[in-house]
């Protein structure tokens, strides 16, 4: 067969710690003076082909046992294979089989493969030659490190080197710095400086001014090694929460000076951003060598998920090194810097909505919308709740009443049509009533004004007969309910089930039943309202991959200017003739709200919301256990509308 024989085969992948290969299909590029079919003749190219395939394969994987060296045992290859590549034997690496040349005697040949590394998120390209020879029927490579990495001497191997590239921010409306690099410092025991007898002692003495479990920080110390350095915890430098010089007086403690990726302070939407610090374990282990311990990374919110943005790219120099010549430069990148996360936050609206939630003992949320655009400027949880603002899934009680006062607008009713508020209204056995301070003067037959306005459970069971469940779930969407949510932080936009009926039905007109909600989707009922159309929430001011999701990203029937303004008008109505009174006095635009009180559990305790509107603004505020919307979120509402005023 002519030199020119040429044959191809499939790119060989080595993926760290779990390989797989694909059955490979060979091809003849290029083949002068054909072969049989069915010949019983050997192939030589065929059979040179059959170890350069399973010859990348190894080089891929790094197992070369099973393959035959005419210089050196499998054993030997593979064991020569790990040391060359140690320093970066858990990045990925595909070796890719271009070619298998054969000489003209059909006895010897050389096989050819593209290299390609990704070397802590860099590429490294190059090409290497196998040498290949028929040997008493059977086709032998020959081993040299130059098999692995192009040019390598028999002596050299690879070391790597990285230089992390600087974390980028996590922005604010307006570009303004939210988490960015803050003075901390790392505490902790240094146990050459302590007599073993005071271990213990100093050990429980740091853990009280470092606010951490004595007991759990003390037995560490007495685990550790002799000489070892025994962090307790990084803290803020900046802010006063920490006596640090109390902690330096203490002997054997060592306060080291470092930054972190922080807000400004540690309350700030903690629930949303997440925090950064040393990648773990589990966290390296993954990046398949994108990230080394010791690197800061991302580990829980927006720190996480936004993680590969943030962090950049490290800056790498790969050297071929050996103990007899200087080392060789085979790959230098500069670091790369993370990409800055911009968010709506408004920094001022959220440390406002932080300091109202101070000293809740239970769950708790203030999330605030800005109506014309959707961008949530504060998205608050209180230090009880995980995920309160937005994941949560909670009963809105009455808060929902403006979902269904649309569905009655849109069924024929008017703001002046007579509803019965009736002191019961029974539902398949079941007996609904209004709560215990309802005002005895709005009973009997009043208006769908008055009925919102005064919160009348009965009147909106009584009228269930008006609306189908597929209404008020269509009413729902309308107000931005059960869409699918926008790019950026997990959340749970609200669920109005499109089938009920009877109890279920009856249940669902007062925000109860199977309706269910977090405090962002409530905001979003009440910034649709004030915007005079459906509006869907954004975290984010950037450009972001789409969420994958089975529900809708617009509702079927979208809110009118018109329904709006008649839901304003409800909204309205609730403070200045309703249950929130309270907030007449409120400085600036006239304040439009509505109270909620859904009851869990047993039924003899509640989940405590309002709703508002002023102007551009829309807030949705939240207490898991409370008395009625209207005394347990409402101060915390009213609190908030005049901070910002």
């Known amino acids: 067969m002519p030199a020119a024989d040429v044959m191809t085969s499939p790119r060989l992948r080595r993926r760290p710690r779990l390989w797989s290969f694909g059955a490979a299909t060979l091809s003849t590029v290029l083949v002068v003076g054909g072969l049989a079919a069915c010949s019983d003749e050997p192939d030589p190219l065929a059979e040179a082909t059959t170890l350069a395939t399973a010859l990348g394969e190894g080089l891929a994987d790094g197992d070369l046992s099973g393959i035959a060296f005419s210089d050196v045992s499998a054993d030997e290859a593979t064991a020569s294979h790990a040391a060359v590549v140690a320093a970066v034997a858990d990045s990925p690496h595909d070796v890719e089989l271009t070619e298998v040349v054969l000489a003209d005697d059909e006895t010897s040949g050389t096989a050819t493969y593209t290299h390609t590394w990704d070397i802590a998120g860099n590429p490294w390209t190059y090409d290497t030659q196998a040498p290949l020879a028929l ?341 729902g969407e309308a107000l931005g309910l059960g869409l699918a949510q926008q790019p950026g932080p997990g959340v749970f936009t609200g669920s109005v089930p499109a089938e009920a009926e009877g109890t279920e039905h009856a249940a669902s007109m007062i925000g109860q039943g199977q309706v269910q909600a977090s405090p962002v989707a409530m905001a979003t009922v009440a910034a649709s309202v004030a915007a005079g159309t459906t509006v869907r929430p954004t975290f984010l001011a950037q450009e972001a991959d789409p969420v994958d999701s089975d529900l809708p990203d617009a509702a079927a029937a979208p809110l009118t200017a018109d329904e709006a303004a008649q839901l304003g008008a409800f909204m309205r109505a609730v403070v200045t003739d309703g249950g929130g009174s309270f907030l007449l006095d409120v400085p600036g635009e006239p304040v439009g709200a509505k109270t909620g009180t859904a009851q869990y559990g047993d039924g003899s305790t509640n989940h405590a919301w309002m709703i508002a509107t002023q102007g551009d603004l829309a807030v949705a505020v939240f207490v898991e256990t409370g008395d009625y919307g209207s005394t347990t979120a409402g101060p915390l509402l009213e609190a908030f509308l005049v901070g910002l005023a």
């Open 135 to 475: 040997y008493e029927d059977v086709w032998e490579a020959q081993w040299a490190p130059d098999l692995v990495v192009d040019g390598l001497e028999s002596d050299e191997v690879l070391r790597l080197s990285r230089t992390t590239a600087p974390r980028a921010d996590i922005l604010g409306a307006g570009d303004t710095p939210i988490v960015t690099q803050r003075p901390v410092k790392r505490v902790g025991v240094d146990k050459t400086r302590v007599e073993p007898a005071d271990l213990d002692g100093t050990a429980r003495a740091l853990a009280e001014l470092a606010q951490i479990d004595p007991e759990a920080y003390a037995a560490k110390v007495a685990g550790a090694g002799e000489k070892a350095f025994v962090d307790a915890v990084t803290l803020r430098a900046e802010g006063g929460a920490y006596d640090f010089d109390a902690m330096a007086a203490i002997p054997g403690v060592l306060l080291i000076d470092g930054t972190l990726p922080l807000a400004p302070t540690r309350e700030f939407a903690s629930d949303l951003l997440g925090r950064a610090g040393e990648a773990t374990a589990e966290i390296v282990e993954a990046s398949e060598g994108t990230i080394a311990a010791g690197d800061v990374t991302g580990l829980s919110g927006l720190q996480r998920q936004y993680d590969e943005q943030l962090r950049g790219t490290p800056g790498v120099a790969l050297e071929a090194v050996s103990e007899a010549r200087e080392p060789r430069v085979l790959l230098a990148e500069d670091p790369v810097p993370g990409e800055p996360l911009r968010t709506t936050l408004d920094v001022g609206v959220q440390e406002l909505a932080d300091s109202v939630l101070v000293g809740q003992e239970v769950p708790a949320a203030i999330v605030a919308i800005r109506p014309s655009t959707g961008e949530v400027l504060a998205s608050a949880t209180g230090a009880a709740g995980t995920g309160t603002a937005t994941t949560a899934m909670y009963a809105p009680g009455s808060t929902f009443k403006v979902v269904t006062a649309l569905a009655l607008l849109r069924n024929g009713l008017t703001p002046d049509t007579p509803l019965d508020c009736s002191a019961e209204a029974v539902v398949d056995g079941r007996a609904f009533v209004n709560y215990p301070d309802y005002p005895a003067g709005k009973s009997g037959e009043i208006s769908l004004t008055d009925v919102i306005a005064n919160s009348c459970n009965t009147a909106l069971i009584n009228a269930s007969g008006q609306v189908t469940q597929a209404d008020l779930a269509s009413a």
